[in-house]
């Protein structure tokens, strides 16, 4: 088979491959077009082709959030590249293996008013974890040099603590001549062996008195069964409140509406793992308490000080820590489970209309996965009873509405499961683009609460009793949801909270929409 005459794109497909990514996400243009042609006829890529960069970008992170492993995209030169930015950012602070590859031109076209041509090389480096800049160089030594470049930018998505990066390519002219075969291929992976020591906790464990009351908080992560398995055996020596996005069991999450924390036995030490937390209450509650012990467990570039009590970061698989330190500690009880109680919930959250609409998706999808957009969505989800075998995900990492129904389309791209996405009518609105994502499954179902705009801004006491909350802040998108579907061949239904929505569960022909007809204020229940 003919190929196209640029090694360095021969050398970064192959390293591509040799670094375990299979899907690649590809945004069509001219200068990345050797890219395209290489990773195409390579025959070892699934390649999907999305047009918008920032809705290709997210769909990447949702594919690489489900699938385990790193997804790669790439764009054309120029602001292209710059679209990638906020699903980047997520994945940073999520610790999501994106490969954001971009063409460019030469560097000596730089600023001389040559089309689509920006300062590409580290524009992306404030929310990537490696960079790098490849010439369109041919000659043997450039390309050994190449070579050992990329390793190193490809090993920093896959490391000990995964991301983003980027790796900005260079071509002159992107088109050239066609030629018989291919040379032979300087890629070559550089491994790096980390062996996994035995952890020694003899010297924090000795610190902490055995019959000290130990709160786990945890918040977004991916699903890790050793996790639940630790935690549960655990019980009665670590409490636990770990959010619904924190996917350690259905017994875990914060069921309750409003939880009291300042009326419960106050913890000793806090371990935090996983992610940001949605809960402003409980963060509130634990950088109140004057003589806290904050222990922060796993992988961070920086100490992370979540409740301004941060005394030790213990660089390990965090559930090594917490087995250790269960082992070390005396039973608990009454503390465990007078946290346990608090967060349980009671009829209050069930008493919400939504919340029993919301919950027939849970109970009729038996096995699925759950996205949420931020705002008042992933707060309706806190309340729900999920069961095991259900995911739940919620773009956490920089906490915003943007991208996340392309991100739960990407994901429900290369997921076997069901994947639904319950949203808000201001997030749905900021990712209407998302719609023209191609191939987007059957089993795709989403869920869009309309309650007249961002009604988190009527809720909060910053905004809601703003005589501009409305017009500045509330603003009811215009959102044509019926038309969308039709035009885009989704399946579309109508509901209000309390209504049964059986039908739009058991729909099965097309990816289908359910528009929850709400009274804007109706998030105050929660807030």
């Not at 918040?219 to 398995?229: L, N």
């Amino acid at each position: 088979m003919e190929s196209i005459d640029k090694p360095t794109a021969h050398l970064l497909t192959d390293l591509l491959r040799a670094y375990g990514v299979r899907r690649i996400v590809l945004s069509p243009g001219t200068r990345s077009a050797p890219l395209a042609v290489a990773m195409a006829r390579s025959g070892y890529f699934d390649i999907s082709v999305i047009i918008d960069e920032r809705c290709a970008a997210f769909a990447a992170l949702g594919m690489a959030l489900r699938l385990g492993h790193p997804v790669a995209m790439v764009c054309t030169s120029g602001s292209a590249v710059l679209n990638y930015a906020p699903a980047l950012a997520e994945a940073y602070y999520r610790r999501v293996p994106l490969i954001a590859i971009s063409a460019d031109r030469p560097v000596d076209l730089i600023d001389q008013r040559d089309s689509q041509t920006i300062r590409q090389p580290g524009a992306l480096t404030a929310v990537t974890r490696a960079s790098v800049d490849i010439a369109d160089d041919r000659t043997d030594r450039y390309l050994r040099y190449a070579n050992r470049l990329i390793n190193q930018t490809l090993a920093g998505a896959v490391g000990p603590i995964p991301g983003p990066v980027h790796i900005n390519m260079q071509f002159d002219t992107p088109l050239t001549k066609m030629v018989e075969g291919r040379a032979e291929s300087h890629a070559r992976k550089i491994g790096i062996e980390r062996p996994k020591a035995r952890y020694d906790f003899t010297s924090i464990l000795a610190s902490i008195p055995r019959t000290s009351k130990v709160l786990v908080v945890s918040g977004d992560m991916h699903p890790i069964y050793r996790f639940s398995t630790v935690l549960r055996s655990a019980a009665d020596k670590l409490a636990l409140v770990a959010e619904a996005q924190a996917n350690l069991g259905v017994e875990t999450g914060i069921k309750a509406v409003k939880p009291d924390f300042a009326s419960l036995p106050a913890p000793d030490i806090v371990v935090s793992i996983g992610g940001s937390l949605v809960s402003a209450r409980l963060k509130a509650y634990l950088r109140s308490l004057p003589h806290l012990r904050h222990i922060s467990a796993g992988y961070d570039d920086v100490p992370v000080d979540t409740f301004f009590s941060l005394s030790e970061v213990v660089e390990c698989p965090a559930e090594d820590f917490l087995k250790a330190l269960a082992e070390h500690l005396e039973p608990s009880a009454d503390f465990c489970e007078a946290w346990r109680d608090a967060v349980a919930g009671t009829e209050e959250g069930r008493s919400i209309p939504l919340i029993g609409l919301l919950q027939q998706l849970v109970d009729g999808l038996h096995i699925a996965d759950f996205h949420f957009s931020n705002g008042s969505a992933i707060r309706y989800g806190q309340l729900l009873n999920f069961r095991d075998g259900q995911r739940i995900d919620c773009n956490r990492g920089v906490s915003g509405i943007d991208g996340c129904t392309s991100t739960a389309i990407g994901a429900a791209i290369v997921a076997q499961n069901p994947t639904v996405l319950v949203t808000g009518d201001m997030s749905a609105a900021y990712d209407v683009g998302a719609f023209a994502i191609p191939g987007i499954p059957p089993t795709f179902k989403m869920v869009v609460l309309d309650n007249g705009g961002g009604d988190i801004f009527r809720a909060i006491p910053s905004t809601g009793p703003l005589p501009e909350c409305e017009r500045l802040f509330a603003v009811a998108p215009k959102l044509p949801l019926r038309s969308l579907a039709e035009g885009y061949g989704f399946d579309y239904f109508e509901a209000e909270p309390g209504d049964d929505i059986s039908e739009f569960i058991n729909s099965r022909r097309a990816p289908a929409i359910l528009r929850v007809k709400m009274c804007a204020g109706s998030s105050k229940s929660i807030f």
